[in-house]
């Protein structure tokens, strides 16, 4: 599956999403250093904050957990998650995230 990511200058970057990765790793691997990702994935610091803007229906719905972090954000939208927790798995359609400007 292709992952589209726009970065924070508006930038695409065209990345191959793997089964089992998260969208936050893959960011990370590609070089693209705007999520900090503090907490490694844990999802406990909402640094990895992304909008998918394609492909929303590859992943789970927001955890409870997931919804509180990103309600601490004030640049949340109706599309935001936390691309630690969209972890790829057989999504057939392209993905596309924009990065979410830090907080
Ligand atoms: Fe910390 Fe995703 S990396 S919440």
């Known amino acids: 599956t292709s992952l589209i990511v726009v970065d924070r200058s508006g930038q695409e970057h065209l990345l191959e999403a793997m089964d089992g990765r998260s969208i936050m790793e893959i960011v990370r691997d590609s070089g693209i250093d705007e999520l900090l990702a503090l907490c490694g994935g844990c999802c406990s610091c909402a640094t990895c904050h992304v909008y998918v ?17 990103l309600d601490s954000s004030s640049q949340r939208t109706a599309t935001s ?5 969209l972890i790829v798995k057989g999504a057939v359609a392209p993905i596309r995230v924009s990065i979410a400007p830090a907080d």
């Not at 803007?53 to 972090?69: C, I, K, Q, T, V």
């Not at 998650?81 to 927790?85: E, H, K, P, T, W």
């Open 53 to 69: 803007d394609e492909g929303r229906a590859s992943f789970p719905p927001l955890s409870d957990d997931e919804n509180d972090l």
């Open 81 to 85: 998650r936390l691309s630690c927790q």
